[in-house]
C-alpha cells in the first residue's frame, strides 16, 4: 500500500500522506514504479468521469479544453514541464554537456514554448474529434507504464529526479506494470492492442533519441515519454473515425 499511495503522491496533486519509514528503513521510489498504470488508471477515470459531465454542458471543443486542462491540474503539469524542457534540449543544435546544462535550466526557450502549443493543441483537437471515451483512459495508463519500461534505459546522469525516481526498481516492478497497463489494454479489444504497440513504439522512440542525444534519460525525458505516448494514443482514437479502426461508444 505503501508504495502504491507513494506512485499517487508522485504522479498527482492529490494530498496524500505517506506513513512514516520504519526504523532502517529507507525510501525507494523504484518499487513505486509498479504501480504507476494504477494511478494512470485513476487519473483516466476521472477524466472520463469529466468528459461525459462536460460534454452536458459544452460544445466538444469546449470540452476538449477543460479536459486537458484538468488533466495538466490533475497530475500538476509534471510531464508538461518536462516535455518543454526536453524540447529545448533535445533539439538544439549542440554537444552533449550543454544539452544537459540546458535541462536543468528553468528557463522557457524556443523549441519548448512551440513544443508545448503544439501539444496543447493537438492533444485538444484530438479529444474533441474521439467519439469513444477508450483514448482518453487508455492514454495516461499507457504514459505512465511507458516511464517504467523507459526506466530500464541508461540514466543521462547519477543524480536528479530521475535517479531518485527509479531508485530501487527491479524486473519485479516493471513486470508488474507491463502486466498491468496490458490486461487494461485488453479489456479496450483491438484499439488496445493497437494503442499497447504505438505506445511501445513512442516511448522507444523517445528513449533512444535520448540516448543519442545525451547519453541517457533524465526526469524530464521520462515526462517527455508520458507526453508523447499519451498523444500517439489519444491521436489513434481519432484515426477511428475514419474507419480504420471501430471503437465501441
Given at each position: 500500500?505503501?508504495?502504491?499511495?507513494?506512485?499517487?503522491t508522485?504522479?498527482?496533486?492529490?494530498?496524500?500522506?505517506?506513513?512514516?519509514?520504519?526504523?532502517?528503513?529507507?525510501?525507494?521510489?523504484?518499487?513505486?514504479?509498479?504501480?504507476?498504470?494504477?494511478?494512470?488508471?485513476?487519473i483516466?477515470?476521472?477524466?472520463?468521469?469529466?468528459?461525459?459531465?462536460?460534454?452536458?454542458?459544452?460544445?466538444?471543443?469546449?470540452?476538449?479544453a477543460?479536459?486537458?486542462?484538468?488533466?495538466?491540474?490533475?497530475?500538476?503539469?509534471?510531464?508538461?514541464?518536462?516535455?518543454?524542457?526536453?524540447?529545448?534540449?533535445?533539439?538544439?543544435?549542440?554537444n552533449?554537456?550543454?544539452?544537459?546544462?540546458?535541462?536543468?535550466?528553468?528557463?522557457?526557450?524556443?523549441f519548448?514554448?512551440?513544443?508545448?502549443?503544439?501539444?496543447?493543441?493537438?492533444?485538444?483537437?484530438s479529444?474533441?474529434?474521439?467519439?469513444?471515451?477508450?483514448?482518453?483512459?487508455?492514454?495516461?495508463?499507457?504514459?505512465?507504464?511507458?516511464?517504467?519500461?523507459?526506466?530500464?534505459?541508461?540514466?543521462?546522469?547519477?543524480?536528479?529526479?530521475?535517479?531518485?525516481?527509479?531508485?530501487?526498481?527491479?524486473?519485479?516492478?516493471?513486470?508488474?506494470?507491463?502486466?498491468?497497463?496490458?490486461?487494461?489494454?485488453?479489456?479496450?479489444?483491438?484499439?488496445?492492442?493497437?494503442?499497447f504497440?504505438?505506445?511501445?513504439l513512442?516511448?522507444?522512440?523517445?528513449?533512444?533519441?535520448?540516448?543519442?542525444?545525451?547519453?541517457?534519460?533524465?526526469?524530464?525525458?521520462?515526462?517527455?515519454?508520458c507526453?508523447?505516448?499519451?498523444?500517439?494514443?489519444?491521436?489513434?482514437?481519432t484515426?477511428?473515425?475514419?474507419?480504420?479502426?471501430?471503437?465501441?461508444?
Amino acid at each position: 500500500m505503501k508504495d502504491f499511495l507513494t506512485a499517487l503522491t508522485l504522479l498527482t496533486v492529490f494530498p496524500i500522506q505517506l506513513p512514516p519509514l520504519k526504523e532502517g528503513e529507507t525510501w525507494s521510489g523504484g518499487r513505486a514504479l509498479a504501480y504507476y498504470p494504477l494511478v494512470g488508471l485513476i487519473i483516466g477515470g476521472l477524466l472520463v468521469v469529466a468528459r461525459f459531465t462536460l460534454q452536458l454542458l459544452f460544445p466538444s471543443l469546449v470540452t476538449a479544453a477543460l479536459l486537458v486542462a484538468l488533466w495538466a491540474a490533475i497530475t500538476g503539469a509534471l510531464h508538461l514541464d518536462g516535455f518543454t524542457d526536453a524540447c529545448d534540449a533535445l533539439f538544439v543544435p549542440t554537444n552533449r554537456e550543454r544539452r544537459l546544462e540546458i535541462l536543468h535550466d528553468v528557463h522557457l526557450g524556443a523549441f519548448g514554448a512551440v513544443g508545448l502549443g503544439l501539444l496543447l493543441i493537438t492533444k485538444t483537437a484530438s479529444v474533441a474529434n474521439t467519439i469513444s471515451f477508450w483514448p482518453i483512459l487508455l492514454a495516461p495508463i499507457l504514459g505512465r507504464w511507458a516511464i517504467v519500461y523507459t526506466a530500464t534505459y541508461p540514466l543521462a546522469r547519477k543524480e536528479g529526479m530521475g535517479a531518485m525516481f527509479r531508485a530501487g526498481l527491479t524486473r519485479r516492478e516493471v513486470i508488474i506494470a507491463t502486466v498491468l497497463a496490458a490486461l487494461a489494454c485488453i479489456a479496450c479489444g483491438l484499439f488496445g492492442v493497437i494503442a499497447f504497440a504505438l505506445a511501445f513504439l513512442a516511448a522507444t522512440g523517445v528513449a533512444r533519441l535520448a540516448v543519442a542525444k545525451i547519453g541517457g534519460l533524465t526526469g524530464d525525458i521520462y515526462g517527455t515519454v508520458c507526453e508523447t505516448v499519451e498523444l500517439a494514443v489519444l491521436l489513434a482514437g481519432t484515426v477511428t473515425l475514419a474507419g480504420v479502426i471501430t471503437l465501441p461508444v
